[in-house]
DNA sequence: ATGCAGGGACGAT
DNA sequence: ATCGTCCCTGCA
């Protein structure tokens, strides 16, 4: 049994993670720069992110992780939800390596996490992700916020929350064009609208299954095979998830293509990427999502991206 | 300079 | 089931 990971407050608004065998591998800025969350950004001696309605702050101190949070509400609640700190990470890690290489992928990135997002900004972020690049999400997503999110002051610092469905699913097409989205100002008005009016509703999503969520982003315009399922990984709790964009696509052609049946292109049609990704998840397990995440850090490490 | 790729999805054939 | 198109930016 690996021993229960405490938060301990100090002052008001910050805690220290004590040490702990799960706790020394986690590297919050390995997690934060793995591609599955936009909001961030580094300045000298700390790294903030925008969390829905919150603001989060993380920083070392004395070998130490240090969590603090703006407003100060649930914090210890907030911060184990959001860096998965409950998670039974050597359990998983056990259970995805199946094979040689997803062993060496693990010990490589020990530090390595799932995140969890909060919902609507999840949905938004990656509805804004068809078929563009880190860079320019990070551009599309800063614009939303600071055109329709409130003004926040943490720090000394000016922040920008990250809006509403319900304020973003009244905003005109055009003005969310504005902010640099393109032709997928559409399919962020009508996600956020979904939102709002009803026909996704986030905490069924979160307690159903995973191909019955999955079924109802599938209807919502924007929302695609692909897109869903980060969002399923990333915000609902749908571990078992395979996102397979054309990162994870290359990687599979090379180490994977026996998962696919035959040949394995990395350009995947519609019905080859359900295919695909059935198959990894019989593969990899119920935690495939995590399998996902380490194969997706390694590809875009070896391409020498930095975002 | 034109082309192309970058966390895809939609709509018409 | 394929295939052209969609907005935008950086880079060769």
């Not at 021993?3 to 706790?23: G, M, T």
């Not at 860096?83 to 890690?93: P, Q, S």
Request: hydrophobic share 40%; aromatic share 12%.
């Amino acid at each position: 049994m690996r021993e229960k990971v405490q938060l301990v407050r100090i002052l008001d608004v910050k805690w220290i993670l004590p040490q702990s065998p799960v706790l020394e591998s986690f590297s919050p800025e390995v997690s934060i720069n793995s591609g599955q969350v936009f909001l961030w950004e580094k300045t000298a001696n700390a790294w903030y992110g925008i969390h829905a309605d919150k603001i989060i702050k993380f920083s070392r101190s004395n070998g130490t992780l240090v969590f603090e949070l703006f407003p100060e509400y649930r914090q210890e609640e907030i911060v184990r939800s959001i860096f998965r700190l409950d998670d039974d990470v050597e359990a998983i890690f056990a259970e995805i390596s199946k094979d040689a290489f997803v062993r060496k992928l693990v010990s490589s990135y020990p530090g390595l996490r799932l995140m969890r997002q909060d919902p609507e900004q999840c949905i938004i972020s990656f509805v804004c992700a068809s078929n563009t690049n880190v860079p320019m999400i990070k551009r599309m997503l800063a614009a939303l916020s600071k055109r329709y999110g409130q003004k926040v002051v943490a720090d000394g610092r000016e922040f920008h929350t990250f809006p509403s469905a319900f304020v973003l699913g009244r905003a005109s097409e055009s003005d969310l064009r504005a902010c640099g989205l393109g032709y997928r100002a559409k399919a962020v008005k009508a996600a956020a609208c979904a939102i709002t009016e009803g026909m996704l509703e986030l905490d069924y999503l979160k307690r159903t299954s995973y191909d019955e969520a999955k079924s109802e982003l599938l209807k919502v315009y924007g929302i695609g095979p692909k897109i869903a399922d980060c969002i399923l990984l990333f915000s609902l709790d749908k571990l078992s998830a395979f996102p397979i964009d054309v990162w994870i696509a290359r990687a599979l052609a090379t180490r994977y293509s026996w998962l696919a049946g035959k040949k394995m292109s990395e350009k995947l049609t519609g019905h080859q990427y359900a295919q695909v990704s059935k198959a990894a998840h019989m593969y990899f397990g119920r935690y495939a999502g995590y399998a996902q995440q380490f194969l997706y850090y390694h590809m875009r490490q070896n391409a020498g991206k930095k975002w």
